[in-house]
Structures are given as C-alpha cells and as structure tokens.
C-alpha cells in the first residue's frame, strides 16, 4: 500500500482556486461561442460567396425534402391515381436532390473541416 501524505488545508484551498479559474474560462468560453461561431460564418461568406450560396441551396432543399417526408406520412386517403402521381412527384424530388448533393458535398466538407481543424488547433482568430 502506498504511503500519502496528508491533505492540507492549502491544498483545499488551492484545488478550490484551480476549480473556480477553470469554472470562469469555461463561463467564458460558453459566453463566446455564439458570437465567434457567427462571426466565423460571416467571415466565410465575405471570403466565398458562391460555395456559401450553394451550401445554403443545398440545406435548404435538403430540409425541404425532409419536412415532405415527415408531413407526408398521414396523408393515406389518397386514391389509387392520386398515390402515383404523388409516387412519381417523390421520386423527381430525390432524382433533383441526388443530383445537387454530390456538387454541394465537396464545399459543405470543406468548410467543415477547416472549422473543425482550427478549433481542435486552438487558432481562433
């Protein structure tokens, strides 16, 4: 068994110094994210216009495509002609978005990995 050595009181109170530092910066850091966070996509935007453009085209329609699934489903009084149609609607809509997405992929993973990267290098400026 290992031999310790006593706590002090010092000890108490410098962990409970070290605790209430780390609680402020994390206070801090809480308080700042959002306005980094957006000034960060501003800043984006200002530097490529076009990939922000299609970034926003394809989340949009990406969301778009997501909320007709949702809603769609209690729709079932459809009559046999009117469910084909709507068949044939759906299957144009993930045709165009199958298409739009492997264009927009490329600027959406770019962006997100030099997000990604500066946060994890600690360069937030």
């Known amino acids: 068994m290992e031999k310790r050595r006593q706590v002090t009181e010092e000890d108490i109170l410098m962990t409970e110094a070290m605790i209430a530092r780390s609680y402020r910066r994390l206070k801090q850091s809480v308080s700042r994210a959002p306005s980094q966070a957006i000034s960060s996509a501003g800043e984006t935007v200002r530097k490529h ?9 394809g989340a949009g329609i990406t969301l778009y495509g997501l909320f007709r699934l949702m809603t769609r489903r209690g729709a079932s009084r459809e009559s046999i002609a009117g469910s084909r149609e709507q068949k044939s609607r759906t299957d144009m809509k993930m045709e165009i978005l199958s298409m739009i997405l492997p ?8 962006y997100l990995e030099k997000y990604m ?3 994890f290098s600690g360069d937030r400026n």
């Open 49 to 57: 216009p076009v990939a922000a453009a299609a970034v926003a085209v």
């Open 103 to 110: 264009i927009v992929t490329p600027y959406i993973t770019g």
């Open 117 to 119: 990267g500066r946060i």
